[in-house]
């Protein structure tokens, strides 16, 4: 069964910091996504990531995926408080209709 | 911008109750799902849906969950008794891309806004 582990499962940092949040999967995939989800709000997509060393970069935010180590990144460069959010990674197992969320991190930038 | 849309936003049932929550997919989406998420913990995968019928579900989605599209354009979650342990914000998904295909591109879900269950 396809187990999707992040960590830190919360996060508070102070603006400026930086800091990487990890993303562990059990089965072979070569998809990752990236979601943040505000209080009370939806889930919104941030990155796809469709292949072995794929890196993508949106701002203060940078995703990287490893497929062999079966693992993905989010990295946070010089944090500001509008970051704050739970971010969630999901993953796509190739050959099902599964499409797996993570247990999410909540991250909290203080000012 | 397209969107998913949801109703209702907020339901308060007695336990043992019939539930249906509503979604409207993106028009030219054919891939559907609904999660759950109990107090902004885990999005917990309950079914997907393609082509009239369920593509997947976990162990979540026992006999007391159905979903069905009706009308073509509706996408419907029902939970025929409600207990205490299904209160959760329920979140519909669709995308136009075949899910889990090797090889093949992105599959990014759009959500709709949520429908909170309350059992009492």
């Known amino acids: 069964e396809l187990k999707v582990e992040q960590n830190p499962l919360f996060l508070s940092m102070q603006e400026g910091k930086n800091y990487t949040i990890y993303c562990n999967y059990s089965?072979?995939?070569?998809?990752l996504y990236w979601y943040r989800q505000d209080p009370g709000k939806s889930l919104e997509s941030l990155f796809v990531?469709?292949?072995?060393?794929a890196v993508k970069q949106e701002g203060r935010l940078m995703a990287s995926l490893d497929t062999k180590a079966r693992l993905s990144t989010l990295h946070i460069t010089a944090a500001v408080h509008d970051l704050s959010a739970t971010y969630f990674c999901?993953?796509?197992?190739?050959?099902?209709?599964?499409?797996?969320f993570g247990t999410g991190t909540r991250l909290k930038v203080l000012a | 911008e397209p969107e998913v849309t949801q109703t209702p936003s907020h339901q308060v049932t007695q336990m043992g109750q019939e539930v249906i929550l509503r979604c409207v997919p993106i028009?030219?989406?054919?891939?559907f799902y609904w999660y759950r998420q109990i107090l902004g913990q885990k999005v917990e995968f309950l079914v997907s849906?393609?082509?009239?019928?369920?593509?997947?579900k976990s162990e979540i989605f026992d006999d007391q969950f159905s979903v069905e599209r009706p009308d073509g354009s509706n996408f419907t979650l029902k939970i025929r008794s409600t207990k205490l342990e299904d209160s959760a914000m329920y979140f519909c998904a669709s995308s136009d891309h075949l899910p889990g295909q090797a090889g093949g591109g992105a599959n990014v879900l759009t959500f709709g806004a949520g429908s909170r269950l309350t059992v009492l």
């Open positions: 089965t072979t995939s070569d998809r």
């Open positions: 990531l469709l292949s072995n060393g």
């Open positions: 999901a993953v796509d197992l190739s050959g099902t209709y599964k499409y797996i």
């Open positions: 849906f393609y082509n009239n019928e369920i593509s997947e």
């Open positions: 028009s030219n989406h054919l891939y």
